[in-house]
C-alpha cells in the first residue's frame, strides 16, 4: 500500500458538469462541510507500474523492491489485474460520494454544535466522519459561497487500495483543498489499523503524517466499500525520477540536511516501547479517548488471514494489550516476554497451519524447525537483541518511496510527510535498524543495495559526509544492529517469522538463510571454544607459577 505523490496527472484533463442535486445521506454521512457544489473535473486512469501491484500479504517482499520500480512503463493497470471496475466507470461512484459529503446547501447551524467525530459501531468496527474545522469568520447560517470543482484523478501506486486523488477548486481565490481517497482492494483489509496507526504516530510523535479527515468502514456508501479519505501531503516522494525532489537530483547541502531530519525521525520512533510485539490497533472500548491496544500478529496468507484456535490461554504472549505512554523495561524480562519465546511461538503457529491445511507439507513445515534452531543459536550467542520491542516501519529504510519532501524558494529541504504506514507495528528493535544506504550508496544499476556493505566507506567525498551525519545523529545502537551482519539475518528470521513462508522461491531464501548463519554460528563457536581453550592455559600458567614462587 502506497499514497501517491503530491502531482497533477500526465494527461489532458476532461470537465465534466453535473446536475447539482443533494441526494439523501446517509446516517454515518450526516455531517458534511459548508458551501459545496456538485461541479466535477474527471482526469483519466493513469497506468500502473507492474512492480506497484502486489498480493496480499506481500509486505515482506515490498521493503526489498526495486528503487527503480516506480517508473516502469508498464500498459496494464492494477484494476485489471484485480478485476475492478475500470476508472472510467468507478469514478461515477466517486462523484456519489462526493455528492453526499459535499452537497449544494450548507448544514443546518444546529450541526456545528455537533461532535466532530461521530461513531457507528458495525460488527466492531467504526464508521464515521472527520469534520474540517470550520473557518471563525464563516456564520453557520450563511447560504452556499462560489461553486467549487472537483478535480478527480486515479493515481499511481495502490497495490493494497485504489488511490484516487479529489482537489476541490475554489472559484475565488481561497487554496484548493487536496485530498486522498483510499479504498482497499480485497474484503478482508483492515483499514481500521492504517488509521489507529496514523492517530497513533500523530499522538505520540511530531513525525509528519496524513490527517484522517473522512472515513467509513462500512460498506454503505456509493462505492459499496469502506474507504479512508486524507489529506494529501505536499511535496514529492523522493523515489520518483520524474519528481522535481528525487533524491539523486538533490544536491549536496540538501542530501545533508536529509540525512540529519530522516535520523531524527527515526529516533522517534525507537523511543515509542511496548513489551510485545504486535499490530497497533484503536483501543474497542475507549469511546474515542484516544487509547491504543498491541495485538499479537496473525497469520496472513495469500488467502487472506488464517483462523486460529483460540491460543489466550496456550500462548502467555497471545493477548490483546493496552498500550501504555512511556513504558521502559525493568530488569530481564520473563522468557515468556522474549524475541525468542517470539520466534518460537511464531513458527509454531505457522507450521502447525502448514499441517492443518495439508498434512502432507511435512518436509515443508520442517524448514520452520530449522529457523526455531537458528533462532535458538542467536538468542545463545545474544543476536536477537535486548528483547526490547520499539515502532518498526517495516517499508521506510530500504527505499525512499515513502518519504515526501519538498525544496523552498531559498532552496532548503524538508520532509514533509512519511507514507505507508499500514506496515508499521511493534517489533524487536533490530527489526527496524535496516541501513538506509541508499543515503550514500545509491546504486542505480541494481534494483537493490546489498546490505552486507551498508558499512563500507565511499569512494565519494560527499557521500562520506553524508553517511557521518546520518552515523553521528541516530547513534551507536542504531548502527549495532543495522551493521552487524548477525542482525541482518535476525531480521531475515524476523520477516519468516511475521509472514511465514509462502512460495517455493522463499523456501530457496530460507535454504540460503540458513547456510549464511550456519558459517557464522561455527566461527563463532570455533572463536569462543578457542578463547575458552586460552583461558584455561593462562589460568594453568598463573597456577603454575603461583606453586613455583610458593615453593621458592
Known sequence: MSFPAAEGPDTEIVIEKTPRQSPSAPACHSIKPDGVSSEFVDAPERPLSETDNRTVGSEKAVSRKSKKSNESNASFTSTVEYDQTPFDQYTHQVKELCHLLWPPSPKDPQ????????RLLAKNRVAGVLLPKRSRSAKASAPPTAPKEFLIERLRGGGYNRIIGITIKHSTDEEPVRLILRVPRFDDARPDREVAVLHFIRRYTTIPVPEVKYL?????NPLKHCYVIQNRIPGNDLQSATGAVCYLKLNH??????AKEFALLLLQLDDIMHPFPGLIEASADSDNDGSFTVRPFELETASGYVPEQDLTTLLPFFKVRPFVKDWEPSGKPPFEQSTYYF?????????????????ASIAWSKDYDRLVTMALQMDNLGFLGDDENCICHLDLLGAPRNIMADIKSDGSLSITGILDWDSAVFAPRFAGCVPPMWLWAWDEEEDEEDERHANDTPSDLGDREIKRIFEETIGGLFLYYAYKPEFRLA?????????????????????ELLKEWAEIYESRVAAIDEEAVGTEDAATEDAAEGEINGST
Open 111 to 118: 450541526d456545528a454544535k455537533t461532535s466532530r467525530v461521530e
Open 216 to 220: 467509513d468502514f462500512t460498506s454503505e
Open 253 to 258: 547541502e540538501q542530501k545533508c540536511t536529509f
Open 343 to 359: 520466534m518460537l511461538a511464531q513458527f509454531g503457529r505457522w507450521k502447525a497451519r502448514e499441517l492443518r491445511c495439508d498434512p
Open 491 to 511: 531480521r531475515k528470521l524476523f520477516q519468516f517469522a511475521k509472514f511465514g513462508i509462502r512460495s517455493s522461491t522463499e523456501i530457496g531464501e530460507v535454504q
